[in-house]
């Protein structure tokens, strides 16, 4: 039975620390390449990894799906080989490099009577300034806001993209994960939150920013600003296999299977 592609890394882990305590002389394959994935691009790692080890015969991949702090520890630490993140890393001693595209979505509670709201509302609701829908265009309900823990890749990307220096108001309230995010906001009333495009899952309402859809074309045109990039993260400049999995990524092959998820590089 072949095992989830998203609990092979946390297997392999599992059996080798049972090997290392019983002394059992066999030991698992170990995989070519092991990779931790940021929780908010687990979508785009496995389609990627999927269609490499397809059309690579002998290569074997391992995702740990995880957080964005538990990645980069692993990655320091040697316990992975490369990482996926959503968002740039903040460290220079690491080496990154772009290979997706993302797009930030502005989403509220299907209810709320608004199709968009301006740069300066956004910022204002989620610093706590504006409180009711009334003062954006709405009518006069409580606004819930809802965030992502801070440190997290989506939080990183929205705060540097929108609130730009801007302090999340304390009475937001917090999904641990993109999907936790939305069924805080599909089910509260009056509820706005951000996710990555890629997590929507059509119980919410996506808004315009500053009059533009959050869409593909919207961005080809310039004219939505809230994209940042998917990076793949190792310790240093990649040699061996982690080299050739970057250079097909970035490959008009690779790019094409980019874009059943998200942006590519180019797009």
């Not at 509670?109 to 608004?114: A, I, R, S």
Request: glycine share 8%; proline share 6%; net charge negative.
């Amino acid at each position: 039975m072949r095992v989830p592609r998203r609990w092979a890394f946390g297997l392999l882990i599992a059996l080798l620390l049972t090997a290392c305590g019983q002394g059992a002389a066999v030991r698992p394959t170990t995989p070519s390449l092991r990779i931790a994935v940021d929780g908010s691009v687990v979508l785009l790692a496995e389609g990627l990894i999927n269609a490499y080890e397809i059309h690579h015969a002998g290569v074997q991949l391992s995702m740990a799906p995880t957080g964005r702090d538990i990645a980069l520890n692993a990655l320091r630490a040697g316990e992975v080989d490369a990482v996926l993140l959503l968002y740039p890393p903040g460290e220079r001693s690491l080496f990154h490099t772009p290979i997706a595209r993302e797009i930030m979505v502005i989403v509220a509670h299907p209810e709320v009577p608004l199709a968009g709201l301006s740069h300066s509302d956004v910022r204002a609701i989620f610093s706590g300034q504006k409180v009711h829908w009334n003062e954006v265009g709405g009518k006069a309900t409580p606004i819930e806001v809802i965030t992502r823990e801070r440190g997290s890749s989506a939080r990183l990307a929205f705060d540097a993209l929108v609130m730009e220096g801007q302090t999340m108001t304390s009475s937001a309230r917090l999904g641990v994960n993109d999907g936790h995010l939305l069924d805080l906001v599909a089910t509260i009333p009056g509820a706005i939150g951000y996710v990555p495009r890629s997590a929507l899952d059509g119980r919410v309402k996506m808004l315009a920013y500053d009059g533009a859809p959050p869409t593909p074309q919207a961005v080809k045109a310039n004219a939505y600003p809230l994209v940042t990039t998917v990076e793949f993260v190792t310790q240093e400049e990649p040699q061996g296999n982690a080299r050739a999995l970057l250079e097909w990524i970035l490959s008009d092959e690779g790019q094409d299977v980019v874009r059943r998820y998200m942006l590519g590089l180019n797009d």
